[in-house]
């Protein structure tokens, strides 16, 4: 006898327990950001090349780091990691061309940033509806929020934003860090709490 589909509130609880089970991968996410964000700060200006290069491996590291954190969820049949994955997929995939192409004008770097600022937002902001409210989904909220308000800047005014690109990178990766690292910790104590204990645990 098939057994019935869970509920979206059961959903949602399955999604905030993996989280919280998982919440080391939020973390790495968060000092990935940082640690980018950091670097960023100390590169001139006449370094864009060299920051396009610093973001596409800020952005692999980021992507690789979703996809572990999808791929581990799903191991939960009903929970709904897709929006995460597509998350990684497409941080990875952004690596990948700006790698492929180094060459890219700065103005063109500018767009293809603010295309993956806004995206991710978008798509952080989405996983984060999926996630329960006690579990800090208003962190995830902030940080996706503040992906797409850099986007839209970049997109309005794309000349100006080449020239403090390196500095809007900077503020952006470590607020966005920050805001990680605050969930990840939350996830942490709320596991260790135990509501609800991690779910997503390694084979036996």
Same mark, same amino acid.
């Given at each position: $006898?098939?057994?019935?589909?869970?509920? *979206?509130?059961?959903?949602?609880?399955?999604?905030? =327990?993996?989280?919280?089970?998982?919440?080391? +991968?939020?973390?790495?996410?968060?000092?990935?950001?940082?640690? #980018?964000?950091?670097?960023?700060?100390?590169?001139?200006?006449?370094?864009?090349?060299?920051?396009?290069?610093?973001?596409?491996? !800020?952005?692999?590291?980021?992507?690789?780091?979703?996809?572990?954190?999808?791929?581990?969820? $799903? *191991?939960?049949?009903?929970? *709904?990691?897709?929006?995460?994955?597509?998350?990684? +997929? @497409?941080?990875?995939?952004? =690596?990948?061309?700006?790698?492929?192409?180094?060459?890219?004008?700065?103005?063109?770097?500018? #767009?293809?940033?603010?295309?993956?600022?806004?995206?991710?937002?978008? +798509?952080?902001?989405?996983?984060?509806?999926? +996630?329960?409210?006690?579990?800090? *989904?208003?962190? $995830?909220?902030?940080?996706?929020?503040?992906?797409?308000?850099?986007?839209?800047?970049? #997109?309005?005014?794309?000349?100006?934003?080449?020239?403090?690109?390196?500095?809007?990178?900077?503020? !952006? =990766?470590?607020? @966005?860090?920050?805001?990680?690292? =605050?969930?990840? @910790?939350?996830?942490?104590?709320?596991?260790?709490?135990?509501?609800?204990?991690?779910?997503?645990?390694?084979?036996?």
């Amino acid at each position: $006898m098939a057994s019935n589909p869970p509920t *979206r509130a059961h959903q949602s609880e399955m999604l905030s =327990a993996g989280l919280a089970g998982n919440w080391w +991968l939020v973390a790495l996410r968060g000092l990935a950001a940082i640690v #980018f964000g950091v670097i960023a700060f100390w590169s001139p200006a006449a370094m864009l090349l060299a920051t396009a290069l610093l973001f596409a491996a !800020y952005s692999l590291v980021d992507g690789i780091l979703n996809v572990m954190l999808a791929v581990l969820g $799903m *191991r939960r049949r009903y929970a *709904r990691w897709w929006w995460i994955l597509a998350n990684g +997929l @497409f941080g990875i995939a952004v =690596a990948v061309f700006v790698v492929l192409w180094p060459g890219l004008t700065v103005l063109v770097f500018v #767009f293809i940033f603010a295309a993956w600022a806004l995206v991710s937002g978008v +798509l952080l902001v989405a996983a984060a509806i999926k +996630l329960k409210k006690a579990h800090g *989904r208003w962190l $995830m909220i902030v940080g996706g929020l503040l992906s797409v308000a850099c986007g839209v800047l970049l #997109f309005v005014a794309p000349l100006i934003g080449a020239v403090v690109l390196t500095w809007w990178l900077g503020a !952006y =990766a470590l607020v @966005f860090g920050v805001a990680l690292l =605050a969930l990840a @910790f939350r996830l942490k104590k709320r596991r260790d709490e135990g509501q609800p204990a991690a779910v997503v645990s390694a084979p036996s």
